[in-house]
């Protein structure tokens, strides 16, 4: 039968499963993916820090705000952190991860310890 064409009315119904695959776009290894699982960590608490909202000083004051940025190409997680809040000028308070840093595992706790603190500092329902 044709792609568009209809099923005979005495024709009977198709039984049976039909399955999709899809490319298998999952590059890493399992090593790999136990880091990027913890690197999406970090990011999920800059969110938690920062909200979703747009935020200027002027609107959150003296609220933390936190900067991440994924350097690809270094392998490296870029954060600042402006524990008073963000204004021009300001000396944030750096920290890195590097992925590829025997290190790495010690970096994502300083940084996940870090953001504790600072969500800890914040909460107001206590």
């Known amino acids: 039968m044709a792609n568009k064409e209809k099923r005979p009315a005495e024709m009977e119904t198709p039984t049976g499963t039909c399955t999709m695959t899809f490319p298998d776009y999952n590059m890493f290894s399992e090593e790999e993916q136990e880091k990027a699982a913890k690197i999406m960590e970090l990011f ?6 920062n909200g979703l909202k747009k935020r200027s ?11 991440a940025g ?3 190409h270094i392998s490296f997680l870029d954060i600042d952190v402006h524990v008073n809040g963000w204004a021009e ?8 991860v590097h992925f590829g840093d025997q290190c790495f ?12 603190e600072i969500l800890k500092g914040m909460k107001h329902d206590e």
């Open 44 to 49: 999920w608490m800059a969110l938690c820090v």
């Open 57 to 67: 000083r002027k609107e959150t004051g003296d609220l933390p705000t936190v900067f």
């Open 70 to 72: 994924l350097r690809g």
């Open 89 to 96: 000028g300001d000396k944030p308070e750096k920290i890195g």
């Open 105 to 116: 595992d010690e970096q994502v706790e300083y940084a996940k310890d870090r953001f504790f």
